[in-house]
Each structure stands twice: as C-alpha cells, then as structure tokens.
C-alpha cells in the first residue's frame, strides 16, 4: 500500500468532524452488533479510530493496526488488557490474528485505491473465521454528482461536510483523487471571501493545507460498486444503518458476512 495520507494529517485529524468522523449514532451500530457476536470474541480495528477502541472490553479483545506512527502516537488511547496497537500494513493482516470473529473500521476503504480496495477485501476475508463479520462505514459518492454551484449554494459552516461534496465531485472516472488535487482545487474554487462567509476556522483550512504535496490516493465509491466490491470477494452485506448528521445518506455503516 502508498504512503498512508493520515501521516500528513496526523496532528491536524482532530479538527475533523462528521460526515468525516463518525457520530455516536455510527458506533452505537457497531457496539450493539458486536454485543450479539458468541463471547468471548476477538477482531482487528484497521485504523486506530479512539470511539472503535474504546469498545473493547473483557469479551471483545481488539488488535488495532495502523501503518502510520504518526497516527498512533496522537491518537491510540493505549493498550491494556483488552487491546493493543500493532504497527503493520494492512495486507498483511494473516501475519497479525487469524481466525477472528471480526473487523472494524471507519473510512477503511476510502483512503485507498481501488486496486488496495480489492487485497485489503481478499485480507479481511483470509482472516475472518467462518460466519465472521466485517463491520464498517464507507464513504460514499452520490450517484449524480454534484456540480461545485450546487456545493456552494447548500454549504453551511460544517467544513467538512464542505470538503466530502467537494471530494466527491472531483473524483475521477474511476472513483479516485489525488490529495494534491483536493488542495488544487479547493484553491481553485474557494476564496477568502467564503471562507469568512462560512465562518470556517484556521484549524479547518490547516486539512486542506494538510493535501497541498500528497500524492496519496484516496477512492469514493458509489454505495452500488462498493457492494459490488463486497460480492466479488464473497463477502455478504446483512443490513446497513445510517447515523444523524450532514450527508448521513452517503456514509453507510454495512454489517457485511464472511460467505
């Protein structure tokens, strides 16, 4: 896999809010559906999301994995009895738990691109126990995309609801952007005069700022190809839940089984 974009973004990923981040509503979602898992059950966190870790308790043992120290060092709530942080790409996943009753995370699928879209599916498939589930909330392109005129005119002052539609649009044919071209575009398009209108902060434009030499690939799939994804790896979806905040439609929780 490429470099990681959240290693640039690691001191500024707690400027990040919903549809970025999850909500309460999301991780409720994933605490009830780990609550109905045979206990005591173990699974891997891709990423080191603080809400996700905190579900871990004396029968839930999570292994969290993150490629960025970076992200680590300012964001994992430390390890204990009933989870760890291993330092490790996530393709190689076999070499960390096998046999596991589930994997989480937020985004996962998104800070990739396509072609680690489909190994990261075929890892998480290899390390699932039969029965196992994958539990996580993609980001999603709408169908029809919207043209910068249409963000601009429903922009409130959610900066990152701003940044998701932006993202969305600017994807290209193959549901792909380079971090570069966010910050070029956002450039582009974005004055100081909105940035005052909108009552965005310093700390918000810093996430921009943060995209400005990244040639990270980061991919927005529509909800359609996403499960598309999930069939072609033998992955069954169960169910999907929505939480409650700006562009909840697009950020889907899906409870997918290991076919």
Not at 83 to 112: C, H, M, P, Q, Y
């Amino acid at each position: 896999m490429g470099k990681h974009l959240h290693t640039t973004l690691a001191d500024r990923f707690k400027y990040f809010t919903s549809p970025i981040r999850p909500c309460p509503d999301d991780i409720e979602i994933v605490r009830q559906q780990l609550s109905l898992l045979n206990k005591p059950a173990r699974g891997i966190l891709l990423g080191v999301t603080k809400e996700l870790a905190e579900l871990a308790n004396d029968e839930i043992k999570i292994i969290a994995v993150d490629r960025s120290k970076d992200m680590i060092e300012h964001h994992w709530i430390g390890n204990n009895s009933n989870r760890i942080v291993k330092l490790a790409d996530w393709l190689e996943l076999e070499s960390i738990a096998t046999n596991i009753n589930f994997v989480i995370g937020d985004g996962i699928f998104n800070v990739i691109d396509r072609k680690c879209q489909h190994q990261l599916m075929d890892c998480i498939r290899n390390v699932l126990a039969d029965d196992g589930l994958l539990i996580v909330r993609v980001q999603c392109n709408p169908v029809v995309r919207e043209t910068i005129k249409e963000i601009f005119e429903n922009t409130t002052n959610n900066f990152c609801a701003f940044l998701s539609r932006l993202v969305n649009s600017i994807c290209d044919s193959n549901f792909e952007v380079r971090g570069s071209e966010i910050f070029n575009k956002f450039k582009e398009y974005v004055t100081d005069i909105d940035i005052a209108r909108f009552g965005w902060t310093k700390e918000d434009i810093s996430i921009i700022e943060a995209h400005q030499n990244s040639s990270h690939v980061i991919t927005f799939l529509t909800e359609e190809i996403f499960i598309k994804l999930c069939d072609q790896h033998q992955m069954k979806i169960l169910s999907k839940f929505n939480g409650s905040y700006q562009l909840n439609e697009r950020n889907p929780t899906f409870i997918i089984r290991k076919d």
